[in-house]
Every structure is written in C-alpha cells, then in structure tokens.
Nanobody, 116 residues
Framework: VQLVESGGGMVQPGGSLRLSCAAS????????MSWVRQAPGKGPEWVSV????????YYADSVKGRFTISRDNAKNTLYLQMNSLKPEDTALYFC??????????WGQGTQVTVSS
C-alpha cells in the first residue's frame, strides 16, 4: 500500500492550493478516502471524507465552503482543492484510507504553509 501526497507549499492568506494523493497497492475505488491535517504542536484534525463513488462528501466545519474533496478512480488519485486559505490552515496534510477504521492507512503528508 502506498499513498503519496503532493501539491503543498507556501501561499499567502486568501490564496489557493490543490493537493493530490496518488494511491497504489490496493483497490482505490473500494475505499472511502479522507484528508487529515496536523498543525505544529497539535493533534490530528480530520478535514474531509469522500465515499467510494465520489458522490458523497463531508467536511469539518473549519473548512466547509472553502475546501473541496474529489477523487478520480480511473487515476487512483484523491484531491483536495483549498481556497480562501487562512494562516490557521497551516499544517501537514495527509491523505488516509478508511480513516478511523480497521484498514486505516496514511501517507507521509505534504506541508501547507499560509503566511504573508
């Protein structure tokens, strides 16, 4: 199993970033997928989840209306479009398979820094 995140970086407040997560080693389309983030000195915070078919999504209140999760099962890739970024969005962002369940697995993460 491998989950490889990319697309992080440094952006000014109000800016946008699109994260990607390339999955391999398992049947991607069989699993709900999540984004989870961890800010410096804090515990993990669940951000969003998408179901296997991509037609059901949920978001943490802190990102609702600003972030959009999506997936392309043909490309085995998960995405997170992040708009109107705030300094409090600064964190290491992980994609996670089956977050909170028996088959949970995380990638290594990609750093997002929002600063002027």
């Amino acid at each position: 199993v491998q989950l490889v995140e990319s697309g992080g970086g440094m952006v000014q407040p109000g800016g946008s970033l699109r994260l990607s997560c390339a999955a391999s080693g398992f049947t991607f389309s069989n699993y709900d997928m999540s984004w989870v983030r961890q800010a410096p000195g804090k515990g993990p915070e669940w951000v969003s989840v998408i179901n296997t078919g991509g037609d059901s999504t949920y978001y943490a209140d802190s990102v609702k209306g600003r972030f959009t999760i999506s997936r392309d099962n043909a490309k085995n890739t998960l995405y997170l479009q992040m708009n109107s970024l705030k300094p409090e969005d600064t964190a290491l962002y992980f994609c996670a398979r089956d977050y909170g369940r028996t088959d949970e697995y995380w990638g290594q993460g990609t750093q997002v820094t929002v600063s002027s």
